[in-house]
């Protein structure tokens, strides 16, 4: 079983930065998706940012030119860099990773971190 570890939220002000990672467990062979979202009091999940093996990104148009989504593929590892935070930012932020490891046959995963909270305000 993958599971997944968050870090890095916490209280910032406006204009403030974050960096949030997501470190996956376990004895993976392949990662097909990793991807952030985020669900505000009173709203739906929405997503963030994406990034797929051979590194292409994408981004709501919410946080295009602020966040920047990143992977370390040796320590099955996603990173969201917040910069010039605004106070509809804050949310709770939860990581997902997709992918597969064997145990004699092929086991798909799709996991998801714990949440941590990122409070944007003065």
Do not use: H
Not at 60 to 71: C, E, L, P, Q, Y
Not at 75 to 85: A, G
Not at 100 to 108: A, C, E, G, I, S
Request: with cysteine; aromatic share 12%; glycine share 12%.
């Amino acid at each position: 079983q993958v599971q997944l570890v968050e870090s890095g939220g916490g209280v910032v002000q406006p204009g403030g930065s974050l960096r949030l990672s997501c470190a996956a467990s376990g004895s993976i062979s392949t990662i097909d998706f990793m991807g952030w979202y985020r669900q505000a009091p009173g709203k739906q999940r929405e997503l963030v940012a994406t990034i797929s093996p051979g590194g292409t990104t994408n981004y709501a148009d919410s946080v295009k030119g602020r966040f920047t989504i990143s992977r370390d593929n040796a320590k099955n590892t996603v990173y969201l860099q917040m910069n010039s935070l605004k106070p509809e930012d804050t949310a709770v932020y939860y990581c997902q990773i997709r992918g597969y490891y064997w145990r004699n046959y092929r086991l798909d995963f799709d996991s998801w971190g714990q949440g941590t909270q990122v409070t944007v305000s003065s």
